[in-house]
């Protein structure tokens, strides 16, 4: 639609795109009031899109403000703008624009969540811990006390449903992603850098945080495992515990492409048919040695008998 002549134009704000109402405006603030996130899961790093940015604050300033709230007196909590605030203080800047809006624990928890979730490239781990950090505080607001314990698991459900649609996964997604957050950081940081798949990773999720370490030390010294044998691994430990060398023979024994090896157990019972009461464990192994030794020399095996 074509606008008349001095007809005015109505520009959107930085507050308008935040969704910032229109009573919010930004003030310069001390960088060294604001601290970081609690248990921020998204990763701040030195890396080259880091230093586009600073380049950026360099030659134009920071042209978005942070959002903060306030924490106690003179002191903010940063919702989101961690990055914005890091390179920042490459620059050497003192103050920056911000928003400052007071907010629940709950509501802080989804707004950073919301703020750094659609950022490209994300580790596995920042997404497990974000969408736990969500699914908490989501639940936390519907929380009720008249709900008996299958309706919890429903509403748990539904929670998990409502927040993989909206960021277009899965609900088993959602869970398994989740599930990473019970790994010891080493085998996290092995996931993020894609040397241990995340089916795998998720079963070794559910064991206890010593055998945890036992498969990671696994992992560094004899490279990936695979889904299935965490699989028989998780059957084996049903069975009772089980010693380090225990595991590494179960891993081993279950790698893909891996010659099972072959165990014959003959009975005490069996081997009483052929051989006289007296004789040891010792002497019959020599003479069942002895035995196939001479089956072998006769080709037994390329002959069929």
């Known amino acids: 639609m074509k606008t008349r002549t001095g007809q005015k134009l109505k520009l959107t704000t930085v507050e308008e795109l935040l969704g910032v109402p229109a009573t919010e405006s930004s003030t310069e ?98 997404k497990a811990f974000a969408f736990k950090m969500k699914l908490d505080a989501m639940k936390r607001q519907g929380k009720r006390t008249d709900l008996t314990s299958d309706q919890n698991v429903q509403k748990f459900q539904t929670s998990r449903d409502s927040l993989a649609s909206e960021f277009g996964i899965s609900g088993p997604q959602i869970s398994r992603y989740i599930r990473l957050t019970e790994l010891i950081p080493d085998l996290l940081e092995l996931v993020d850098n894609k040397r241990l798949q995340m089916t795998a990773a998720v079963e070794i999720s559910y064991v206890d945080k010593e055998i945890q370490q036992w498969i990671c030390e696994y992992i560094h010294e004899n490279g990936n495992v695979k889904q299935n044998q965490i699989v028989i691994l998780r059957q084996e430990l049903l069975n009772g515990a089980i010693t380090q060398s225990q595991l590494i023979d179960i891993l081993n024994e279950n790698a893909i492409g891996r010659i099972p090896k072959k165990k014959v157990t003959l009975s005490e019972k069996k081997l009483s048919q052929y051989f006289p009461p007296h004789y040891t464990s010792a002497e019959m192994e020599k003479v069942i040695v002895e035995l196939l030794t001479n089956w072998k020399e006769q080709g037994g095996a390329e002959n069929g008998f």
């Open 29 to 126: 603030i001390d960088v060294d009031m604001i601290h970081v996130f609690k248990n921020h899961p998204f990763k701040v790093l030195d890396d080259e899109k880091m230093s586009d940015l600073v380049e950026s604050i360099r030659v134009n300033g920071i042209l978005s403000p942070v959002l903060v709230r306030p924490n106690g007196e003179d002191s903010y909590e940063m919702i989101s703008g961690h990055r914005r605030m890091h390179a920042a203080k490459i620059v050497g800047l003192t103050m920056i624009p911000a928003i400052v809006r007071e907010m629940s624990d709950d509501e802080a928890v989804i707004y950073m969540v919301d703020s750094n979730i659609q950022r490209e490239e994300l580790l596995p781990s920042e």
